[in-house]
C-alpha cells in the first residue's frame, strides 16, 4: 500500500523503526522530508503524497498535536481527503497523551495502542488493514452488498457496449442478429499458438446458458468462434513482455520470484490494463465474461470446469493458507489436468482469478444475446475463477467478482484470447 507517516520531528527515534518494518512489507511508505524543498515545492508535495496514499498513519504524541505542529496540517490535508476516517486513518499512541487533547478526527476511530513491540504491532496492523482491502476489492457482486455499493457512489450503469471492443467489432454497435458468413476455406484449428508463443484451444461458436440462477440470471447467449490460452499466463511469458516493450513498471511481488525456477507461475500483482497490453502485444486481447463463462461450463450448465463433483485438490489449486504466492502459494500452469474444461483448457477453477475485458454490471443484460460484450463504462472491471487461497465455493464457473481495473493482488491473474479468423485453418493443430 501507499503510506504517508505523519509524525514529530522530535519524534524521529521512534517512528524510524516503524518506518523500515513497513518498507520490510513492501509498502511504499512517504517518511523523511529533509530531502523536500522548502516553500510552496515543499507544501505541494506533501498535500499530493497525502491525497494519493492509501493509509494515513499518525503517531500520536504530545508533539504531535502540539498547537502549532505542521502534523497537524497534514492531519488538516487528510481530514479534506476523507471526509471519514474509517479505513483510511490509523492512529498510533506512541507515547502517553491526553486522550481529550488528540483531535476529534482521529478519535472518531480506534486508537491503535502498542503493547511491546511496536514497529511489529504496526506492521502487523497494517498487513491486516491491506488484506481486507485486497479482499473486499474481490467482493461478491451479491445483490445486497452491490446495491449498498451503488447507493453509496450514486452509480448507474448504461447496458451498452464498451469501448473497448473484441478486434473487429465496433463500440456501441447494436449486436449483429446472426453471425457474420463465414470464409468456407475450412474448420478453424482446434489448436494454435500465440505471439507470444502460448497455445490456444478453439471453443466453438453456438449458444449456452449464461448464468446460474444463483450468481446470475440464467439466460442463453449465442457467441462466434473464439480461440482462449489453454494456460493462464506465466512469469516468465510476462518477463519477455516487460523486456520487449521495455515497461519500467514490475508487477506486484516480482521481486519476490525466482523467474529459473518459478516461471511456469501464472504471473500475478498485474492490474487490468497491464493485462490489457500484455494481449494486445501478443495479438490477441482479454476474453469478454461471456467468453470466459462459455470457455468454463461449456454447454452442458456445469458447475466447475470438470462437472458437478466438489473441488478436490487433483481438480484445481485452492483452499491454502496465506504464504507467498510464489514461493508456496501458486502451482504450474497446467498441473491440474484433470480440472479442465470441456474444451481442454486448465485452471479456470483455483491458481488465481482472472481479468476479462467486461466492464462489471450488477444483473447481467439478457437482451444481448449476440456476442455481448458489458456495459460501456463502470466502476470496475470482472474477475472470474476463484484463486489459491480462496475457498471451494469460490471456484464455481458462474461466480462473479470484479475490483477497481488499477487494483494488484497476489491471486489476480489472466489469459488472452482471439477471434477466429481466415487464417486460423492453415495455422497449428487440426485435431
Not at 65 to 92: H, M, N, Q
Not at 247 to 255: A, I, K, L, M
Not at 261 to 289: F, K, M, Q
Request: aromatic fraction near 10%; proline fraction near 7%.
Amino acid at each position: 500500500m501507499r503510506i504517508f507517516l505523519s509524525y514529530s520531528s522530535k519524534d524521529r527515534a521512534l517512528a524510524e523503526p516503524i518506518y523500515f518494518t513497513l518498507r520490510a512489507d513492501r509498502h511504499r511508505v512517504f517518511f523523511d522530508r529533509s530531502d523536500l524543498p522548502p516553500g510552496e515545492e515543499y507544501d505541494t508535495r506533501i498535500r499530493q503524497s497525502i491525497e494519493a496514499a492509501d493509509l494515513f498513519i499518525f503517531l500520536v504524541s504530545p508533539n504531535s498535536i502540539d498547537e502549532g505542529s505542521y502534523t497537524l496540517a497534514e492531519l488538516d490535508i487528510a481530514r479534506k481527503t476523507w471526509e471519514s476516517p474509517g479505513g483510511r486513518v490509523l492512529p498510533v499512541l506512541i507515547r502517553p497523551t491526553e486522550l481529550e487533547r488528540v483531535p476529534a478526527y482521529l478519535r472518531a476511530v480506534t486508537i491503535l495502542e502498542p503493547d511491546g513491540n511496536v514497529p511489529a504491532i504496526v506492521g502487523d496492523a497494517v498487513n491486516r488493514i491491506a488484506l481486507r482491502r485486497r479482499r473486499a476489492a474481490r467482493a461478491y457482486a451479491g445483490a445486497g452488498l452491490a446495491a449498498a455499493l451503488a447507493l453509496a457512489a450514486g452509480a448507474y450503469f448504461i447496458l451498452l457496449r464498451p469501448t473497448l471492443t473484441a478486434p473487429g467489432r465496433q463500440a456501441g454497435a447494436v449486436a449483429p442478429a446472426a453471425p457474420a458468413a463465414r470464409d468456407a476455406s475450412g474448420p478453424p484449428a482446434r489448436e494454435i499458438s500465440g505471439k507470444d508463443g502460448a497455445p490456444a484451444l478453439l471453443v466453438p461458436a453456438g449458444t449456452f446458458v449464461m448464468g446460474d440462477g444463483e450468481n446470475a440470471v440464467r439466460h442463453e447467449v449465442s457467441l462466434d468462434g473464439f480461440y482462449m490460452d489453454k494456460y493462464e499466463v506465466t512469469a516468465s511469458r510476462y518477463a519477455k513482455f516487460l523486456e520487449a516493450t521495455g515497461q519500467t513498471r514490475r508487477p506486484e511481488d516480482w521481486e519476490t520470484l525466482n523467474l529459473a525456477s518459478r516461471g511456469d507461475r501464472p504471473v500475478i500483482g498485474v492490474n487490468w490494463h497491464e493485462a490489457d497490453s500484455y494481449c494486445r502485444w501478443a495479438g490477441r486481447r482479454l476474453p469478454t465474461e461471456a467468453e470466459w463463462e462459455k470457455a468454463a461450463r461449456g454447454t452442458d450448465e456445469r458447475t466447475y470446469p470438470w462437472g458437478k463433483q466438489e473441488p478436490s485438490t487433483s481438480l484445481a489449486n485452492f483452499g491454502k493458507a496465506q504464504t507467498s504466492a510464489y514461493r508456496d502459494g501458486l502451482a504450474p500452469v497446467g498441473s491440474h489436468e484433470a480440472g479442465h474444461s470441456p474444451y481442454g483448457i486448465d485452471d479456470l477453477a483455483g491458481n488465481v482469478s482472472e481479468w476479462v475485458a467486461d466492464w462489471y454490471v450488477e444483473n447481467l443484460p439478457t437482451d444481448v444475446a449476440w456476442n455481448p460484450t458489458g456495459p460501456a463504462s463502470g466502476q470496475g472491471k470482472v474477475i472470474r475463477g476463484g484463486g489459491w487461497y480462496d475457498p471451494p465455493q469460490r471456484l464455481q464457473s458462474a461466480k462473479r467478482f470484479y475490483a477497481s481495473p488499477e487494483n494488484r493482488a497476489d491471486d489476480i491473474g489472466f489469459r488472452c484470447a482471439q477471434d477466429v479468423s481466415k487464417d486460423s485453418t492453415a495455422r497449428g493443430d487440426q485435431r
